[in-house]
């Protein structure tokens, strides 16, 4: 762990610092144990393991701040809890890492403790979901465009639906957070002047479990009602399906099903006609994200904003590149 940042307070004298070290040859150390390695420890916050998303991100991560690339991760996955992802990232800054990348769960209330990083010189990155509070308060965000996912998925409901009467239901990610806020936000301006009807719109909290369950509540108020489903993620969209299947409906002909992610289980269903179309949201953010934190802790300047591009797929598309890939 390098000793420099116990000094800096951040920004400037905590790059010209750092750089002076790198310069000099000297590194830092690793853990406090006073060698002479280079070795970068870094805090990683992770949200939970709530998706098939979660696990490809998370797998994407290890993999780039592993010991081979020059890092000692220490992990942490708050189950979705805001308060404990709040804690872990206070006992990394106790525990005096170099970095701290965090994928907040919900944007809100983050102030204080990006403070208190800032107060220790630990510079904060964040990956995937953004946060509220000032961007003063983190060295930069690799993540994706959520607004543009949810309005490439509205664009495709009003253009195969909008000129005709639909009602449509909504299982939304967690509620507060920048993903399920944003997809909400380019979704409906994708949607409004056509003839679609939101008839609900309750949070499935990007599970499987959760999806199932509320799905069965619309299907229990609306029946054949529903024509369309939009869920931001693949994994509420496959809990559906299930709830969809044993009230007695097929999916992808009596309820169309957009969802966004792109993952293999979501990508299969819709290959297999389940669902109608997914808007990609790329995990594989690890390896940008070392590269950040090893500009930043470097003293190097790096952009606020790294965006990584997302696709669209048809089943038909879906059938060609099932088996490539990735995750
Ligand atoms: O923040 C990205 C979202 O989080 C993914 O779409 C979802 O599957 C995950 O849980």
Redesign the pocket.
Known sequence: MRMNKLVASFALVSAVALTATACAGGGGNTGGTGGGDDVITVGFAQ?GS??G??SANTESMKEAFSAENGFDLIFNAADNKPEAQIAAVRSFINQGVDAIVLAPIVSDGWDDVLQEAKDAGIPVILE??TVSASDDLYASWIGLDFEKEGQTAGAWVAENFGSTPTNLVVLE?TTG?S?ATDRQTGFDAAIEGTDISVLDSQTGN?TRAEGKTVMEGFLQKFGSEINVLFA????MGLGALDAIKAAGLTPGKDISIVT??AVKDGMTALADGEFNFIVE?NPLLGEKTAEVVKSVVAGESVDKQYIVEDQSFTPEQAKEVLDSRPY
């Open positions: 949200t709530e998706s998303w979660r995937d979901r990610g957070s993903a990007f931001h993620n693949d994994d966004i992610d949201c």
